[in-house]
């Protein structure tokens, strides 16, 4: 692998997306064992290189302690022996997967004997922008072998070492099963300045999916001529219903949503909590004592405050503030309408959960709550591919087309019509 960085980036921008759309046409017709083998090789080489990957990795961590990055953001960089296993058994999950590339989605032959078939098939060059997390680089490239795509991946600066690792891992993974190295690459290159020339590449790129900062989505959705699939932020709810679970399970449910990813800085983690009126009294407080024995800080409107008086103020432009932090607001309201309401108006549309015993309530909540994820009487925290059964996730989409909540191999497909005739006109 050249780790020669490049000196002009326009012509390495160009390059790059020019080979990928070469490397997709073929690879939306290379065999599914010859996928699967690249895959399988690739979980097996990051087993077999943990020294390199743990050495690559610790440059990565002291450069971005060095830079004063946020601990949160350090904490997801971090490798150890552990996670780099994890990653391996990510990648083979993906391996294990049905393919869906070919599947009949339906099919139909008309009365004059016309035969329409609807059939999955690769979207075709992917730009993947991310942020801190090396696993993130291993999970997409499978992702998107998996669905016959071709992947140009820009990783964040701050795991650049271990990242030009990793890429020379999935250059062996390729070349063990004879498909084009350009079907998956890794820039080479930390410059900002490249990112806004692939953005404009959408004769070769047919789509973006950002995954990171609020900042780092909306400058990609600013700069990009591509069709974007991205979420802005997470802010998610968890609203206790009038008819409402057992009092343990509604007080571990909200303390799971907000503190069991470590600071809070995930976009399923909970933000804000709402409680029917009806119950807020009897609820409230075992709410705030576990959530502040995990260290959370509680902010809350004037009923919660006049409940609980440890709970500091609200501000009303905070609603729909994404903390990313262990802070939570808690609000009280009327009934679940005004939640339904209140969660459609300042929500993120990522993922939002009832606590119910109410066949009705629940019911209402999943058909008017108009976000990618609803859950019943679960943690949002739960919002995740690897939760969902697809393996591992390339990204969240809060968007409606084409693809919504957490995305996995076959959402990386689309799908084309094949009309089958016996000299049939029109």
Known sequence: M????????????????????????????????????????LASLLRNNVAPLLQANSLDVVAANNAGFALALIKRLVLDEKRVIAMASAVDDIASQPDPVGRVIESNTRADGLKIDRIRVPIGVVLFCYESRPNVTTDAAALCLRSGNAVILRGGKEAFHCNQVLASLIEQSLADASIDPASVQVIQTVDRALLPMLLKLDKFIDVVIPRGGESLIRAVVRDSTIPVLKHFTGNCHVYIDRAHPPLQ???????????????????????????????????????????????????????????DPLVTGVADDEW???????????????????????????????????????????????????????????????????????????????????????????????????????????
């Not at 490049?6 to 065999?31: E, V």
């Not at 990813?261 to 004592?289: M, R, W």
């Open 2 to 41: 050249n780790l020669d960085q490049p000196t002009d980036l326009h012509l390495y921008a160009t390059q790059l997306a020019a080979r990928a759309r070469q490397a997709g046409l073929k690879l939306a017709s290379t065999a599914v064992e010859s996928r699967t083998r690249a895959i399988r090789t």
């Open 249 to 307: 399970q509604v007080t571990e449910v909200c303390v799971n949503a907000k503190t069991s990813y470590p600071g809070g800085a995930v976009c399923n983690a909970a933000e804000h909590i709402l409680i029917h009126k009806d119950v807020a009294p009897f609820v409230l407080q075992s709410i705030t004592t576990a959530l502040r024995e995990a260290g959370v800080e509680i902010k809350g409107d004037a009923p919660t405050r006049a409940m």
């Open 320 to 426: 729909d503030v994404e903390y990313l932090a262990l802070t939570v607001g808690i609000k009280v309201v009327d009934s679940i309408e005004q939640a339904i309401d209140h969660i459609n108006r300042f929500g993120s549309h990522h993922t939002d959960a009832i606590l119910s015993t109410s066949a009705a309530s629940i019911d209402l909540f999943v058909k008017q709550v108009d976000s990618a994820s609803v859950m019943v009487n679960a943690s949002t925290r739960l919002a995740d591919g690897g939760e969902y059964g697809l393996g591992a996730e390339i990204g969240i989409s809060t968007d409606k087309l084409h693809a919504r909540g957490p995305m996995g191999a076959f959402d990386m497909t689309t799908y084309k019509w094949v009309v089958t005739g016996d000299g049939h006109l029109r």
